[in-house]
């Protein structure tokens, strides 16, 4: 089997997986990770994050974006162009719903774009080599590609039953620097459990 054939059957896998996690569950464990995300980026001095907008079959970012907004970040989300993503700031009554993929985004104005120095990466699974596996359409490994120089760090989260023990990778994939779980943190000096 090859590795597009690999990562087709691992989303699978990880769609019916996520169909055993109850509501309550999903929102607690994203509160979770929303915390610890927050809790790592208050360490550093970068003050521009980029998130993503959860779709519902996503951990649940809003509650990291709240604690970003409240406490002063620059927040930005991205927006989808074409075959590339850019980022505007996030001003929560100035969205409008994609027509492509459902998602909620920024309306778009070239003087506001901006590039941050922090990404919180969205994944449909990862391994503990903090490899993620995306829905294949390639938008943060370019974007990634082309800001190598402004962007400081990635990080991510997943809950622990949608972890693998390996993702397929390509040459064009990139891992994340930090990915946080329920009960861990993997990062280039390894893993911190809590």
Same mark, same amino acid.
């Given at each position: =089997? ?17 169909? +055993?996690?109850?509501? $309550? ?8 990770? !929303? ?12 003050? +521009?994050?980029?998130?993503? =907008?959860?779709?519902?079959? #996503?951990?649940?970012? &809003? ?7 409240? !406490?002063?970040? #620059?927040?930005?989300?991205?927006? @989808?162009? /074409?075959? &590339?993503?850019? %980022? ?12 492509? %993929? ?8 070239? #003087? ?8 919180? @990466?969205?994944? @449909?699974?990862? &391994? ?7 829905? /294949? ?12 120089? &402004? ?7 997943? %809950? ?19 990915? @946080?779980?329920? $009960?861990?943190?993997? +990062? ?7």
């Amino acid at each position: =089997m090859d590795t597009y054939e690999k990562k087709r059957q691992l989303r699978r896998e990880i769609a019916e997986r996520k169909k +055993s996690i109850e509501p $309550t569950a999903w929102l607690t464990k994203s509160n979770l990770i !929303s915390q610890r995300i927050f809790d790592i980026l208050t360490k550093t001095p970068h003050k +521009s994050i980029g998130i993503f =907008m959860s779709l519902k079959d #996503e951990w649940t970012t &809003d509650l990291l974006l709240s604690l970003l907004k409240e !406490s002063g970040y #620059e927040v930005s989300i991205p927006r @989808v162009e /074409g075959d &590339d993503m850019r %980022f505007y700031p996030y001003l929560p009554t100035s969205l409008e719903i994609s027509d492509k %993929f459902k998602i909620r985004e920024p309306l778009a104005s070239t #003087e506001n774009e901006m590039v941050p120095e922090v990404i919180v @990466v969205p994944g @449909v699974t990862f &391994d503990s080599f903090r490899q993620r596996l995306g829905r /294949g359409k390639g938008y943060y490994d370019r974007y990634l590609s082309q800001h190598l120089e &402004d962007i400081k760090y990635t990080i991510a989260g997943c %809950f622990d039953e949608l972890m693998v023990s390996e993702i397929p990778t390509e040459s064009h994939d990139r891992s994340v620097d930090f990915l @946080v779980t329920d $009960t861990h943190i993997f +990062s280039d000096s390894g893993s911190t459990q809590y």
